[in-house]
Structures are given as structure tokens and as C-alpha cells.
């Protein structure tokens, strides 16, 4: 960003109180709960005393600038508060998880079950020569024994370290090496779509020539349908070695800053980062999150879509959720397979009360119109939550209309695989929502947007979002990289955790989150967020998704140029083209107006359904395209290049 800080372009008047029969039995009430977060420290340590250790903390925190550590010389295992505290209860019948298969397969799995699972597969795990302190990498699809193999590395101490099931060979590849993993748990495969994801197939390419990894365990998932080899000696079946697994675990004690997993993001360049949780910390940011962000209460059936793969997957399907002795969703699959209602046919099916997603899936249900839900009972549903990328108003709007039928709070989450748990977030009994902003920090949560100069922006004003404490859930460092976690992290202001995200601030106070940084568009001395222009598009009647960049301009420095796909049954034509133009205009003024607009079928996504916005930079400014292999589809970047030089010549 330049000197000048964002400029609120997009101004939104719409607002929503809490639901007063929401309000009432809500776990968070009211304000006391961010009057005690104002001492972090202590509000911290008792959300702390309310799980289970072995053994208290000397002391709540240790902090060495940019160093932390949480609840220091406490001991606990974060399975116990997962599983064995709610059996020890008496609440063993309680289900764990519904699991639904892509085929139409079901399950429920209650936690005394699931208890059994885990201890059973520690057991295989030691028996495979794996000790505390070792890493484990899970290659795995949405299927339960993901997180049952999750959970028996944290039950024995050691790492897990998760690759999205959609990654490719190389990039297993890389991840087990820089983690110096000893065992690797995959499957078959797994179902999308109705075909089959070549799991271990691609584990096999992985592992050619020399590999940290002595063993690989195989889930039996998809079996007939794609044949593959055991390599001797190295591969073993899940099933063959848990039909011989003693049930009887004892939970390893672990240290609080005993690592608990290391999960990679793959920024936008250079090798992707370890980003390493310990367990004390994360096992108390992800449990108190869960209970005051999703309300949870004993009868609720919560369903976050995300994958395990990712942090979402991590904090809130398995552990967060588990903690607070939750019934959860676990699906495989996709939302538009067998047809584009699978969504809400498991919201009906299942009576779910808590539905968490992204903004790239409720845009895509958007486009695919009302049709879908509305043949679906939804009125289940008492708390919807958003994650991954600034929600833009409109499919705010949609989501609560549509979706929510206007009683359900939206929760939109701001936070980020670093952060480990969320930071900023309304409570739903609480905070008087406004859509498209995630509103305010998290108790204990403490937030800045400052300017070039590190210098706080006041209401009214925008910047760079940053973290000003410590927080229990931090990141801890890049795993084996000291200097890389300072360098990303703490040195474009040597006080202050660098987000990498820009944000703006509203006069009541309220945090407008507006991308990536380096997403931000600088257009004749003024810096327009690509989020802002983006929901402008998007308040338009045709419009279901838009991608904005800016590329080189010889007068203004940057031109807006605009990629949009229309909402199923809308042709593109002159008229509308210029119609988006002055639309934006008219929302935004005439400084947002794009310089040009392209109609395409798709955007570039990443395999977590974020927008690729530097591809659509590079083909907005003629450049050679840059790095394409995070990419979930690249064929998209490549016609949406042919069409771009077809129209420019
Ligand atoms: O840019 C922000 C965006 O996602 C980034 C973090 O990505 P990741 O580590 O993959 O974690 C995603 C799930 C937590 C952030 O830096 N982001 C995430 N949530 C939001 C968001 N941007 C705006 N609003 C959100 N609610």
C-alpha cells in the first residue's frame, strides 16, 4: 500500500441485533464477557482452568518478543479434553460424529467409540515405531479415520502434519521431507464428485528415491473401483492392523509447549511454511473460540463443510468441537454432487443448528439460485458462519435471506492458519451485526489497523490489520525456521504481528476486512481495495462471482480490470458490460469504476477456494504467468489468457 492509507468507499447502513430469543440462552450474553478480555492474561487462564491437565501452569505466559509461551510448565493431552472427560461424564452414548459418505453411506460415531478408535490406532502408531516427539503426515479424505489418526498422534505426542487430499505428489513430497515425517497414513482413495481421488497412487509418486518415511498405513475407501500396489514391507491395511490393536492407551503427558501439529500454507512465494501449534495454548484458543463464536450447547448438531486439511478443518471440526463434547457433521464429496441441493439435504437430514462455510460456496449457491434450498427444511438452523475471504454484503444479504430466513446471527470469522483460532468475530448474542464486516476482536483478542508508520488508524480510517499481544493459539514459529517466522511475521513492524491482510475501521468501530495486502489496488493516488469493487459487482441483480485487479496504467499508475461470471441463465453482452461499469460507479464513485470487464465461466481458486488474484494480475498486465501449481483447476488461468489476448487484439 502507499502512503495514503484505504479510503472507505463502500459504505453500508444495514444492521442487526442479536434475536432476542438468541440472546437468551446464549453462552455470551453480554458486554461483561469483553470487559474480562480486557486482561488478557487472566480471562485466558481461567478459560484455561475450565479443561482438564495433569498438572497446572507455573505460569500463564512467557513472552520474548516475537517468542511465546502459554500456560509454561503445565502438562495435559489434548485427547483427554477431546474424549475421555466427556466419557468419564457419562456422556459416552453421545455421538461424536455423523459421518456421510459421497455414496450415500452413513454413520454415527459416539464418543466412547471414537475414544476406542483412537486409542486403538496410538497403539498401531507406537507399534510402527512412532514416539512423542516424532511426525506423522495424514494423506487423507474426509472419511472418520482422519480424524481418528489425528487424534492418536496428539494421544501419544506426536505431530501430525496434514496435506489436503487435493495436493499433488510434489507437494507431499516437500511437506514430509521438511517434516521429516516416519510414518504416512493415506487411503485408497476417496470419493468427489463420483470419481475417485488417486490417494495412494499419488502417495507412491511422492515417496520415489529417498524418503524420511519407513511405513505407510492404507484406509480401504473406495477399494474396487481403483486397484492399487502394496509396496512390501513398507504398506500396511488400517483394518488389518486395528484388528489386532489393544484398546488401552494412557494418554502421553505433553509438555504445554509440547509440539501438538504443523500444518503448511503455501503463501504466494518461496517454499510453504510449517506453521507450528503446541498444545496448551491451541487447546484452550480453540476450545473457548468454539463455545462463545458457534454458541454451542448440548443439543446442537454443528456442521463446518470445511476440509480437515486445512486450519478450519483442524480448530473446528475436530478439536474445537470435540472439546466442548459436540455433535458434529463429517461429509465427503462435494456440494454440487449427485445435484446442487447435497448441502441442504444434509441440513435436513441431520437437523443441523450450526452451519459454518466460505464465501467462495455461498457465492456458487448463489449462482446457482434459490431453487436449490428452497426445496429443503432448513429451519433447523440457528447460527451460519463464514471463513476464508471477505464476505461480500450481498452474499451476506443472501446468506441470511436465503439461508438463514432472516432469524439465524451470521457469524463471519476472520483468522488465518497463524493464528490457530478465530480473532475477529461477532457473538452471536452479543454483537449487532452489519454485513460484510467480521466487527470486532475476540475477548482477549487484541487488534490494531495502523498505518504505514505502525501509527493506529482511527475510526473512519484504513491500513494494515495487526495482532498487538500474544495470544494462547499463536503460531509458536515455521517449523525449523526461526528466522523465517520473524522475517514474515515481525519485521514489517518490529512490535506488532503483520497480518499481511488491509483492513478499515468505521466510525462505530467495526473492522472491514479488505484482502491481502498485496491484493490492494492503487488508482490515480488512491488505494482501492479489490474486496470493495469486488462487492460492488456482486450488489448487481446478474452478477454471481468477480474477481478485480489492477494492471499497469500509464496515466493513473493502475486501471481496475474486472473478471465476472453471471449467474446462471444471464448472457453477457455490450449493454451489461457497461451497465457493471456505471453500477460500480454509481456505488463506489467514478474514481472504482473498472477499466475493463471480461465475462468467464471461472475464476482461478486455489484448492481452498480463495481467489487467485496475482494469476489475473499477471494476465491483466501481459506478464508470463507466475506459479500455478496451488492452483485447484489451471486450466481455467490458461482460457481466461487466450480469451483475454483474443479481446485486447
Ligand atoms: O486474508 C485473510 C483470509 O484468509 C487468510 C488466511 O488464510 P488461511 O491461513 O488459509 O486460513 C483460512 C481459514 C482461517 C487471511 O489472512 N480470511 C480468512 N477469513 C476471513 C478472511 N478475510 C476476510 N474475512 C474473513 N472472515
Known sequence: MSEETIKSLLTEERSFPPPADFVKRANAKDESIYEEGKNPEAFWENRAKELTWFKPWDKVLEWDLPFSKWFVGGKTNITVNCLDRHVEAGRGDKVAFYFEGEPGDRKAWTYAELLTEVKKFANVLKGLGVEKGDRVTLYLGMTIELPIAMLACARIGAAHTIVFGGFSPDSIRDRVEDSQSKVVVTADGGWRRGNVVPLKANIDKALEGSTPIQKCVVVKRTGDALPIEMQEGRDLWWHELMADASDDCPPEEMDAEDLLFILYTSGTTGKPKGIAHTTGGYMVGAATTTKYVFDLHDDDIYWCTADIGWITGHSYITYGPLMNGATGVIFEGAPNFPDKGRFWDIIQHYKVTIFYTAPTAIRAFMGWGTEWPEKYDLSSLRLLGSVGEPINPEAWMWYHEVIGHEKCPIVDTWWQTETGAIMITPLPGVTTTKPGSACRAFPGIDVAVVDEDGKEVGPGGG???????PWPSMLRTV??????????????????????DGCKVDEDGYLWLMGRVDDIMLVAGHNISTAEVESALVSHETVAESAVVGRPDPVKGQAISAFVTLKQGVDSSDELLKELRNHVATKLGPIAKPAEIHFTADLPKTRSGKIMRRLLRDIAGGKTLGDTT???????????????????S
Not at 463 to 469: E, Q, R
Not at 479 to 500: A, C, I, M, N
Not at 636 to 644: G, H, I, K, N, P
Open 463 to 469: 491500513g494494515f490489520l495487526v495482532i498487538k499481544s
Open 479 to 500: 517449523y525449523g525456521d526461526d528466522e523465517r517466522y520473524k522475517q514474515v511475521y515481525w519485521s514489517r513492524f518490529p512490535h506488532l504481528y503483520f497480518t499481511g
Open 630 to 648: 496451488t492452483l485447484a483447476d489451471p486450466s481455467v488461468v490458461e482460457s481466461l489468457r487466450a480469451q483475454y489476448e483474443k479481446q485486447e
